[in-house]
């Protein structure tokens, strides 16, 4: 049974930084892509970041520039990379990762930035 477990989550001041972990356990055969989402309150989840299998990576253009998404292969274990935080940044981060053709999310991760 595959399991995501974020780690790294906190409270920050505007102008800080924060970096998320995120560690897979269990077969993943392939994976497509693994990403990070968030979701402020009263609002739908979003896209933060992603990788694909073949390094690929995308950002939501609200972080271009502040956040770096980064995997290891060995350790199984996405990261995101969290600069120049913003208190519009807070939000409950996930950890999504894709094997077609299952799909898997963490429980979540609370980053919560101070102006």
């Known amino acids: 049974q595959v399991q995501l477990v974020e780690s790294g989550g906190g409270l920050v001041q505007a102008g800080g930084s924060l970096r998320l972990s995120c560690a897979v356990s269990?077969?993943?055969?392939?994976?497509?892509?693994m990403g990070w989402y968030r979701q402020a309150p009263g609002k739908q989840r979003e896209l933060v970041a992603d990788?694909?299998?073949?390094?690929?990576?995308k950002y939501a253009d609200s972080v271009k520039g502040r956040f770096t998404i980064s995997r290891d292969n060995a350790k199984n274990t996405v990261y995101l990379q969290m600069n120049s935080l913003k208190p519009e940044d807070t939000a409950v981060y996930y950890c999504?990762?894709?094997?077609?053709?299952?799909?898997?999310w963490g429980q979540g991760t609370q980053v919560t930035v101070s102006s």
């Open positions: 990788i694909t299998r073949g390094g690929r990576t």
């Open positions: 999504r990762v894709i094997d077609n053709p299952y799909d898997y």
């Open positions: 269990g077969s993943i055969l392939s994976f497509t892509s």
